[in-house]
């Protein structure tokens, strides 16, 4: 959240955004890179974090970075249901087309 509110800082007041309701934009698109980041991060290195429970029980190797990137996804849905809170709050005219969210998450988190 600091991050989100230091770009929402600099694109608005030093860059001076004219976009109306410009943070709902911003904080779509932080948290989505965050999701696509820490899963790149944290996937990758989770094998060999858990190298000891991957020796010692057999199990599929792919279950340990799906447990990662579901446990992000759920946090990202979290995320996005705050934003939500906060879009109907503030009165912004809320498109049909912002229901196409949920399709689009769940391809984002198939990708990863």
Known sequence: ???LFLYY???T????TTLDYFWVYLASGV?????????IINGAGCILNNVGLVKKIYMLRELIP????????????IG???IMLFV???GYPVKSSVFL????????????
Do not use: D, K, W
């Open 1 to 3: 959240m600091i991050i």
């Open 9 to 11: 800082i600099v694109f």
């Open 13 to 16: 007041e030093i860059r001076s």
């Open 31 to 39: 948290f989505m890179f965050n999701f696509m980041m820490n899963n």
């Open 66 to 77: 799906l447990g990662q990137v579901l446990s992000s996804f759920i946090v990202e849905l």
């Open 80 to 82: 996005y249901a705050i």
């Open 88 to 90: 109907f709050g503030v």
């Open 101 to 112: 969210l949920v399709p689009l998450l769940i391809l984002n988190l198939l990708c990863v």
